[in-house]
Every structure is written in C-alpha cells, then in structure tokens.
C-alpha cells in the first residue's frame, strides 16, 4: 500500500497546505500536487466542507490536516514525526489543538489575512480585524511560548507539532505586527529563528504574489 500514488490536493497560499507538504517532506514522500482553490466562487473540490487540504493514497482518502500528518507519519518510512515518550507525544497533540482551536483564526485568518493577503491582493482589508487578530495573539503566543520552553517539544527534534506550527506563525511573523509581537516571546521567538531555515521549511515556502490563479 505505501507504494501506490499519493496526491495532495492543496491550495498555495493554505497554511493546511503548508502543514501537509511539511509533514511529506520530512517523510520522503513522493507524491503528485493538485491545486484547488477553496476560496474562489463556486469551487467544487474533494474536501466535504470544502476545505483544504486532501491526501489520497491509492484507494484511501483523508482530510483534516492532523489526520492527514498521522497517516503520513505512520504509513511512510523516514524519521518519525511523533515522540516515543507519553509526555512529549501529549504535548504534540495540545499544540495541534491550540493552533487549530485557538491559532488559526486570530494568527492567519485576522491578522496575516488582513494585514498581508489582501493588501498584496488588492483585496478589501480590514484594520478592525487585524487589531482583533492581534489582540489574541499574546494569549496563543503565550502557551506556544510555555511548551516551548518546558523543552519537550519545539525544542529542536522535529515532530507533528512543528509541523503544524510552522506554517502558522510564518503568516502571522509576515505582517509587521506580527513580527513584533513574536519577539515578546523569546522562546517561540528561538524556536521560529531555528525551524525557518530547515530544508522542508524552505522548500514549502510559497512566495505571495499579486497572480492567484482561480480554480
Ligand atoms: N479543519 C481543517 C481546516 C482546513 C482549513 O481551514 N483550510 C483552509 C485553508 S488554510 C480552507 O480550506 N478554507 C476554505 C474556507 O474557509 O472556505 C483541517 O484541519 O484540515
């Protein structure tokens, strides 16, 4: 089974994305691209609530993002993404869930979204929701930042819970504000300074431009 094709369909600019791609590249895996935008009108794509990202492989498909970073972990060979240890592999789980239960909204979808997409767009931006989005950011940086510094993730041995992170505090770090903000946090600030420069960092960094393809 873990010979048969493997497809990501994805959106670009999707931090999901991102995360999926991540978690591939730290596996090894080979695998094909497709690219569905969810947000343009009436788009139809294999995702039920019409989300990014979906992984198949061969006759299997999956969505939902951590689903997706538990399969290829655990149906790839290549260097494990979860920790041996109960404590460690509980605190890749609460990581996930602080970035998709309390990161996600405020760090992409308000402040990256409002003060970065849409001004390169030339979509409509909002400054009230950028300075929503910031004003959650301490409280999300804040616990990112406790974990990081308890040392038994994000602390250099690469797990889900990087890859999860990652892209979402790329978006957020782009915007100014957001820099600023990351450096109140000096351990999210270290961890960030270091995951950046690593090869499957780089190579899913998806430059923004004016030129989004629809469909
Ligand atoms: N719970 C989903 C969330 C995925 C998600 O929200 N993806 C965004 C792109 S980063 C999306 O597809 N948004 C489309 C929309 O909100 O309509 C997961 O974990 O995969």
New binding site residues.
């Given amino acids: 089974m873990s010979g048969a094709a493997v497809v990501l369909t994805g959106?670009r600019h999707?931090?999901?994305?991102r995360v999926a791609r991540i978690a591939l590249a730290e596996k090894g895996v080979d695998h094909e691209y497709e690219e569905h935008d969810?947000?343009a009108p009436g788009a139809q794509g294999p995702?039920p609530?019409?989300?990014?990202?979906v992984l198949r492989h061969g006759d299997f498909t999956i969505?939902?993002?951590?689903a997706?970073t538990d399969y290829v972990d655990r149906a790839f060979d290549g260097p494990a993404l979860m920790p041996v240890d109960a404590m460690a592999a509980a605190r890749v789980g609460q990581v996930i869930g602080i970035v998709?239960a309390y990161g996600?909204w405020p760090l992409?979808r308000q402040v990256y979204s409002h003060a970065v997409f849409c001004l390169v767009l030339g979509e409509p931006a909002s400054s009230e929701t950028v300075a929503e989005g910031l004003a959650a950011g301490p409280g999300v940086l804040g616990a990112l930042d406790a974990v990081s510094a308890e040392g038994l993730v994000l602390n250099g041995g690469f797990t889900r819970a990087d890859c999860h992170l990652v892209p979402m505090i790329a978006a957020f770090a782009s915007a100014p504000q957001g820099a600023a903000m990351l450096g109140d946090f000096p351990g999210l600030a270290a961890w960030w300074a270091m995951v950046r420069a690593r090869p499957s960092v780089v190579e899913t960094d998806v430059p923004l431009t004016s030129e989004l393809p629809r469909g």
């Fill in positions: 959106f999707s931090v999901y994305t969810p947000f995702h609530f019409g989300r990014v990202p969505y939902e993002t951590a997706i998709d996600y992409v």
